[in-house]
């Protein structure tokens, strides 16, 4: 695997490259990071990953500085998979040589609801930095973790709105055995508190039980379901029942007539905070 630092480097490996298939991430590879790579290999050649932690989606009191960065390792585990032909991992001042007077700000019914109202600015850093990642990789699909669900649709909606000639492809969220999704953050967990981790997601699954079994009181069942974790000990920013397409919330109406819907939480266990989602299967 080439490992290169610079958008100089990375262009002189890519020339004539008509099939990249890319995957950003911010490094800190776990086994969900490594089957998106193999998802990446399966739909294009030559297949290239990046590892840059971008302050810009960082808000002031977020963990940009403890965020885990282990190169080294990083790339052992790339080598080991062999999928992977180049990796991009450029410094700060590759990416921002100029203070980054530009920024692409999603739509404020995408990117300021849910994760955008919890961590304002967040969006704008993710689309900035993945915007700036396309420019240098030219690729023709990139994939990305439906663990982030807003974060994919924020960047499909980008790809839309500029014409970028990028299929966005989303691999299913990775999951430990007790259904925790697998997440870098998840290092941050005290011992108690990994082991009540999985509650997140048994929570998430209650309440498509209960939405598929015909409750239609969204409202009830999201505030029933914070209250429950809260109890638990969790801080609760949300648990949201949101229509698929558009992640606004969808009328009664609509979810008897099997809208498809997405349940996503966000909630903070001590200082750690996870983010989970499920989508709801209607049979008809
Ligand atoms: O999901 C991530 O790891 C990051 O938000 C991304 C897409 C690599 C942009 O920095």
Known sequence: MKV??????????????????????????HAAHLSLMRMARQHGDPVVASIFVNRL?????????????????????LERERD??????????????????FKIQPAQA???????????????????VVLKLFSCVQPRVAVFGKKDYQQLMVVRSMCRQFQLPVEILAHETVRDPDGLAMS???????????????????ALQRVRDEVLGGDVDLAGIEARTAAQLDG??????????????????????????????????AARLGTTRLID????????
């Open 4 to 29: 290169v630092h610079t958008i100089e480097a990375l262009r002189d490996q890519l020339r004539g490259q008509l099939r990249v298939a890319f995957v950003p991430t911010m490094g800190n590879l």
């Open 110 to 128: 995408l990117g300021s609801i849910l994760e955008g109202e919890f961590r304002p600015g967040f969006f704008m850093g993710v689309s900035t």
């Open 232 to 265: 638990r000990g969790w801080q609760v920013d949300y648990v949201a029942l949101r229509r698929q397409r558009d992640l606004l919330p969808p009328e009664t109406d609509e979810v008897r007539n099997g809208e498809p819907l997405v349940v996503l939480a």
């Open 184 to 202: 870098s953050r998840n290092r941050f967990l005290a011992p108690d508190e990994r082991a009540e981790a999985p509650e997140l997601y048994a």
């Open 57 to 77: 989606q960082f808000g002031p009191n977020e963990d940009f500085d403890q965020y885990p960065r282990t190169l080294e390792g990083d790339i052992e585990k």
């Open 277 to 284: 989602n499920l989508e709801l299967a209607f049979t008809p």
């Open 84 to 101: 992977v032909y180049a990796l991009f991992a450029p410094n700060e001042r590759e990416m921002y040589p100029e203070p980054q007077n």
